[in-house]
C-alpha cells in the first residue's frame, strides 16, 4: 500500500504507469472475488485506495498545471520537500517520528553526560574510603 507521500514523488508518468498496474491488479482482485478465490479481501479496500490517491494526486497537478504552477509549488509536495531537506540535513533516512523522538532522546542523554563533570577515580576511592570510616 503506497502512502500518499510516496505518491507524490513519482513523475507523471510514472504515475499514470503505477495507476495502469493498480487498476489491473483491482480487475483482477474482483475477478478472484466473483470466482471465489479471493482469500484476502482487505486486499481490494487498500488496491481501491491505492487507486483514489494517484487520482487525486494526479488530478492535483491537473489543476496545478491550470494555475500555472510548479509542480514543486503544490502545498503536499512543498512539506513533502520540506521534511525530506531536514531529513537530509541531519542525516535521517525515511525515519518515523518514534525513531526521531528516540534519536533526540539519545542525543539529549549524550549532551548531558558530556555535560557532566569528570569524577576523579582518587575521588570516588577517597568517598568510599570516608564511608566505610564513618566520616
Known sequence: MATAAQISEYDTDELERQLGETRRELFNLRFQLATG?????????NVRKDVARMLTELRNREIAEAEGLAFEQLPA??????RRTEDEAKGRDK?????????????DEERVAAEAPAVEPADVDDAAEDAEEGH
Do not use: G
Open 95 to 107: 525515519s518515523t517520528a518514534s525513531e526521531r523522538r528516540a534519536a533526540a532522546r539519545a542525543e
Open 77 to 82: 509536495h512543498k512539506a513533502a520537500a520540506r
Open 37 to 45: 478465490q479471493l482469500d484476502n479481501f482487505s486486499r481490494m479496500n
